[in-house]
């Protein structure tokens, strides 16, 4: 599986970004998906993710209320819409798959910068 993260940028405080996860060589159908940041001098950490089927979803406490993971199975991908972003929200975004079986994700794509200016 090769997942490719692109639409991150440059956004001011209170704007909004939609990143998006594209995954090849095989569907994801039955893999659990989430988004993850790193933010310069932190360690990675895990922001949101959601289920194979889309039927659960979780968010870190920081992003409740403001971003909205979902998945188009039917497109392989899978979508992170940020709004009322803050300075403290800028990282380098990553996607990652896992078999919906497995506690660890296998697989991980490039990452994608997004940068809030206040």
């Known amino acids: 599986v090769q997942l490719q993260a692109y639409g991150g940028g440059l956004v001011q405080a209170g704007g909004s970004l939609r990143l998006s996860c594209a995954a090849s060589g095989r569907t994801l159908r039955s893999y659990d998906m989430g988004w993850f940041r790193q933010a310069p001098g932190k360690e990675r950490e895990l922001v949101s993710r959601i289920r194979w089927n889309g039927g659960s979803t979780y968010y870190t406490e920081s992003v409740k209320g403001r971003f909205a993971i979902s998945r188009d199975n039917a497109k392989n991908t899978m979508y992170l819409q940020m709004n009322s972003l803050k300075p403290e929200d800028t990282a380098v975004y990553y996607c990652?798959?896992?078999?919906?079986?497995?506690?660890?994700?296998?697989?991980w794509g490039q990452g994608t910068l997004v940068t809030v200016s206040s």
């Open positions: 990652a798959a896992k078999p919906e079986w497995k506690w660890e994700y296998d697989y």
